[in-house]
């Protein structure tokens, strides 16, 4: 089994070490290849069963789209072909078509038509309930960006507290076959156990036992009860 | 700017506001400076500036070394206006700056020091106008209002005037990014021959270079990025400090600052790394001032640094320690685990996290992101001299997660509903110190639980 974290070194942030740990504790056979920017991604030339990409600043955001523009099309058969790909935190703005900030614009790899508009001082902050086909997924959002022209994208799932891909949009993150893309930070597959077994079960066509599952159960099960008494889920506007 | 009536009305308002909350034994430090601005939102732009100012800022150490510059300002008995009692946000510099102006708005100093939250900076920065800044250090801190380093320096860089002259600490490759045009002095620690370095930080942020993104190559790593630092491919590397700290081993007690080719000697205790650098920015920005050095060693010498972050006390046989765990701070929290892992002579240890910022609500507003804590470098913690984990609050199963995935010892994790149990079910007779990590939102309740814990030693200890 073979899982490759794109430019480890740049989307690591806001604890998406976390993932990784996951990853790497329920599959202690696997190997992990962590490819360097503009290197040639391993997926383009190698079968790789499960892809993923973190949270960066948004200078990283430039370079990684500057970096995988020419491997579009392989990531388009990734996911035409059922492939596993995970884009957690603001990675998935980088999947669509522009970026717009301060005036400027940043053609995306316009995988999706979204566009993604970054505030350059505001930061939006909430704790996010998003209902999807794996069950109630919770996370944080904290965030430069909304997103617009979504309805043409496939939404991962409909948030019921927080905001989605806007503050006026419920919708969030993409489900594309097996492309998973969500700005929930957490880290996702940390904080949300049965997604995680889930998802990963379905992409390897086989049950995995997850690792921490226990633990992890029950810090989720802490989460959402406080996520169902709380008052306040977005914390600035 | 002119001033209006309405800023006058602001000031006068807010002054009224001071004198009622002395009266009442009130901590005046941010309410004032809330309906000063709330009356005349440019309230700084109109207020008398004093004829110098000096901020402290960047996301470590900036009330050490503002504590510092005030000390050594008090010795020089020279009156200045601060906020070392206060909050470095906009209402506490704005409160800093009403009690510092007389009702006909003349300022009563001809100094200001003031520490800054960096991320606030731009809303003080641009009226207050300083004449010096130091940028002690730039890590990641809370994702929720500080985003990323790279956001922090584009703040910075905004809001620093071009005329200030800036003080940065020369092994951060961030930091020295605010300087730009602007004059400058650098700071600098050397390597220590016997200091224990950390390379295997879960956060490195320096990996590629921050001007071409490719690999940088290091040929010393203290911690994080604050390191010596070399892009083969654009060149970008540790700019030439104007001061250079020195510590002959890292329990030396005299710390060596090199300027000029001119050495001067700090002669007190530097009982780490951090109050190493905190030392030489201070040194660095008398340096700048051009001020005499020998004099400024001199009181620097004198100073006892007095730190709400940490404090250690012997009860019979039991230590107790008291140590600053900021809350949604992965770099604080990972000095901080570091440096309990190599505390030789402590013992076996009992921890008491205590530095979730709603735990001490029965009922919290908000759930808090604590993503944080898988930035953070627990895995020092596993150890087999750590025998307690005692973990409570809303957030303790994700605390007892991430410790179990860091691969410290689940048998040894007491999970108790509240953070207040956790010194009610510590087990005494398993430990020889037990280290309280309190947050900056809980110090006072970290406070009364060392009190509790104080008198449960004396009653069951033998």
Same mark, same amino acid.
């Given at each position: 089994?073979?899982?490759?974290?794109?430019?480890?070194?740049?989307?690591? *942030?806001?604890?998406?070490?976390?993932? *990784?740990?996951?990853?790497?504790?329920?599959?202690?056979?696997?190997?992990?290849?962590?490819?360097?920017?503009?290197?040639?991604?391993?997926?383009? /030339?190698?079968? #790789?069963?499960?892809?993923?990409?973190?949270?960066?600043?948004?200078?990283?955001?430039? /370079?990684?789209?500057?970096? *995988?523009?020419?491997y579009k099309e392989a990531l388009t058969q990734r996911i035409q072909h059922d492939q596993g790909m995970l884009w957690f935190g603001n990675s998935c703005e980088i999947l669509g078509h522009k970026i717009i900030r301060s005036n400027q614009e940043t053609l995306g790899l316009n995988l999706y038509s979204f566009l993604v508009n970054q505030e350059s001082i505001k930061r939006y902050n909430a704790l996010v309930g998003l209902e999807t086909k794996y069950g109630l997924i919770l996370g944080h959002k904290s965030t430069f960006s909304l997103l617009t022209q979504t309805e043409e994208t496939p939404s991962f799932g409909k948030v019921v507290q927080g905001f989605g891909h806007h503050l006026t949009d419920p919708m969030e993150g993409i489900h594309d076959h097996h492309l998973i893309a969500c700005s929930l930070l957490g880290p996702l597959l940390a904080l949300n156990p049965h997604f995680t077994q889930l998802y990963l079960s379905e992409v390897l066509k086989k049950e995995v036992k997850l690792a921490f599952e226990e633990d992890l159960t029950l810090a989720y099960n802490a989460k959402r009860s406080d996520f169902e008494t709380i008052k306040h889920y977005i914390y600035d506007k | 700017m002119k001033q209006t009536l309405r800023f006058f009305i602001a000031l006068w308002a807010s002054k009224s506001i001071i004198l009622l909350m002395r009266l009442l034994k009130r901590n005046a430090t941010h309410f004032p400076g809330d309906v000063a601005l709330k009356i005349d939102p440019n309230f700084l732009s109109h207020v008398s500036r004093p004829s110098h100012v000096i901020m402290i800022t960047g996301t470590n150490g900036k009330t050490s070394v503002t504590n510092m510059i005030l000390d050594v300002f008090a010795q020089d008995k020279i009156a200045v206006i601060h906020n070392a009692l206060g909050s470095n946000i906009l209402q506490g510099i704005t409160s800093s700056m009403i009690e510092g102006t007389t009702l006909t708005n003349k300022s009563k100093h001809e100094w200001a020091i003031l520490e800054v939250d960096e991320r606030s900076s731009r809303l003080m920065m641009p009226y207050l106008k300083p004449d010096y800044v130091i940028v002690n250090n730039l890590f990641r801190d809370s994702y929720r209002r500080n985003a990323h380093v790279e956001f922090i320096i584009g703040i910075l860089q905004n809001s620093i005037p071009e005329t200030a002259h800036v003080i940065v600490n020369g092994d951060d490759m961030f930091a020295t990014q605010v300087i730009q045009q602007r004059k400058h002095t650098i700071f600098s620690l050397q390597p220590i021959s016997d200091e224990v370095t950390r390379q295997d930080s879960r956060i490195h942020d320096g990996q590629l270079c921050p001007q071409c993104f490719h690999p940088m190559t290091f040929t010393f790593v203290r911690y994080h990025h604050l390191s010596h630092y070399y892009c083969p491919q654009c060149g970008n590397t540790n700019r030439n400090s104007d001061v250079v700290a020195m510590l002959s081993s890292i329990k030396s007690k005299q710390l060596h600052l090199n300027v000029h080719n001119q050495t001067y000697v700090v002669d007190r205790e530097v009982p780490s790394v951090n109050d190493a650098y905190n030392t030489a920015a201070v040194f660095a920005l008398f340096t700048a001032m051009g001020s005499d050095l020998a004099l400024r060693s001199k009181q620097l010498s004198s100073i006892k640094v007095v730190s709400s972050r940490f404090s250690e006390m012997m009860v019979k046989n039991k230590r107790i320690v008291g140590l600053l765990a900021k809350d949604q701070n992965p770099v604080a929290n990972s000095r901080l685990c570091d440096f309990l892992s190599t505390q030789p002579h402590w013992g076996r240890l009992g921890l008491c996290f205590m530095n979730e910022v709603h735990a001490h609500e029965d009922h919290p507003h908000e759930v808090e992101n604590m993503a944080y804590l898988y930035d953070t470098d627990f895995?020092?913690?596993?150890?087999?001299?750590?025998? /307690?984990?005692? *973990?409570?609050?809303? =957030? =303790?199963?994700?605390? =007892?997660?991430?410790? #179990?995935?860091?691969?410290?010892?689940?048998?040894?994790? #007491?999970?108790?509903?509240?953070?207040?149990?956790?010194?009610?079910k510590i087990d005494l007779s398993q430990v020889d110190t037990i280290v309280l990590m309190y947050s900056t939102k809980n110090i006072f309740e970290g406070i009364a639980l060392r009190e509790k814990l104080i008198k449960r030693i004396q009653k069951e200890v033998l």
């Open positions: 089994m073979i899982i490759e974290w794109l430019n480890p070194e740049g989307t690591m *942030l806001f604890g998406e070490r976390g993932n *990784l740990d996951v990853l790497k504790a329920t599959f202690p056979e696997a190997t992990f290849i962590m490819t360097p920017l503009y290197s040639i991604p391993h997926f383009t /030339q190698h079968t #790789v069963d499960l892809v993923c990409v973190g949270s960066m600043t948004e200078r990283m955001q430039e /370079q990684m789209i500057l970096w *995988l523009t020419p | 895995e020092y913690l596993n150890e087999s001299k750590i025998t /307690q984990f005692m *973990l409570g609050g809303h =957030r =303790r199963y994700e605390f =007892r997660a991430r410790l #179990v995935m860091a691969g410290c010892d689940p048998q040894a994790m #007491v999970m108790v509903e509240k953070e207040d149990d956790e010194i009610d």
